[in-house]
């Protein structure tokens, strides 16, 4: 059975404090629906962070030890981490910038494309223009002239990084 998160906290807040034991055990083989944590951590991170109990009294509550308390803690910041990356990488791929440069071509003119594009896709890039040309000349895709070597093509994910055949310029930020 899958509980939603929102039936669950509403559970959490409505009981006592000598019921979140019961809840736990009540719900322990429990999934969230759409979520990455479980039941437990859901309970001990509702506790620690709203109620603003300490481990130990959390270890008293659930009949658990304090180091295991500690644990659920970690692995739930760890899912969360892990979760808010998932995310950014994502995002970086709906939002990704892709733009033909020509060999010849002046990088002035390149870097307002790049722009341009971003602009019309509503992608804020977290690039200043001189870290774009700084990039692109210690790739060698722009000679010591600010002049493109040639013809590539460039991917420009935010937040990750900009890659363009095959290698990775690396990111700014």
């Known amino acids: ?23 736990l055990e009540r719900y322990s083989r429990s999934k969230i629906k759409d979520s990455f944590l479980t ?28 180091s295991n308390v500690y644990a659920t803690l970690q692995r739930a910041k760890e899912k969360v981490v892990q979760a808010k990356e998932t995310i950014k990488h994502v995002n970086a791929f709906r939002s990704a910038v892709k733009v033909k440069v020509y060999g010849g071509e002046d990088v002035d003119d390149v870097i307002k494309r790049i722009y341009n594009v971003a602009d019309d ?22 000679d010591e002239d600010d002049t493109v070597i040639d013809d590539a093509e460039l991917i420009i994910l935010p937040e990750i990084g900009i890659f363009t055949a095959g290698r990775r310029i690396e990111d700014t930020s």
């Open 39 to 66: 039941v437990e951590e859901v309970l001990v991170m509702y506790m620690y962070y709203v109620e603003e109990k300490k481990p130990n009294e959390i270890a008293a509550i659930l009949n658990k030890s304090r």
């Open 1 to 23: 059975m899958k509980i939603d998160i929102i039936q669950l906290i509403d559970k959490i807040i409505s009981s006592s404090t000598s019921d979140k034991r019961e809840l």
């Open 121 to 142: 896709k509503n992608v804020k890039l977290p690039y200043k223009s001189y870290e774009l040309k700084d990039e692109l000349r210690k790739l060698n895709i722009v």
